[in-house]
């Protein structure tokens, strides 16, 4: 009897669909205009390292920096970040 179910876990495992796997693509890029508005990512900081207010409230933009995602509360910050990264990743 016990032969019967372990055979069943098998076949019902083995049988699980297989979803929401996407078709394996080279390296994920990330896709801004796919960003949802509070992304699940790890971001390197809960602060906007620009103007230093939380992003886990105001968050609308991220960049990719030394293999780290920071959040920004706006784009703006981004973009002062992204012209000189080591400035505000310096001081604390
Ligand atoms: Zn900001």
């Known amino acids: 009897m ?46 906007d390292p620009v103007c230093k207010m939380s992003v886990k409230e105001e968050f609308s933009d991220t960049a990719m920096y030394d293999g780290k995602i920071y959040g920004f509360c706006a784009s703006a910050c981004k973009d002062d970040f992204l012209k000189e990264p080591l400035t505000y990743l310096e001081e604390k």
């Open 2 to 47: 016990r032969k019967v179910i372990v055979a069943l876990l098998v076949l019902f495992t083995a049988c699980q669909p297989k979803t929401s796997e996407p078709e394996q693509k080279t390296a994920p890029a990330l896709e801004e205009k796919e960003f949802p508005a509070k992304p699940d990512i790890a971001l390197a900081s809960d602060i």
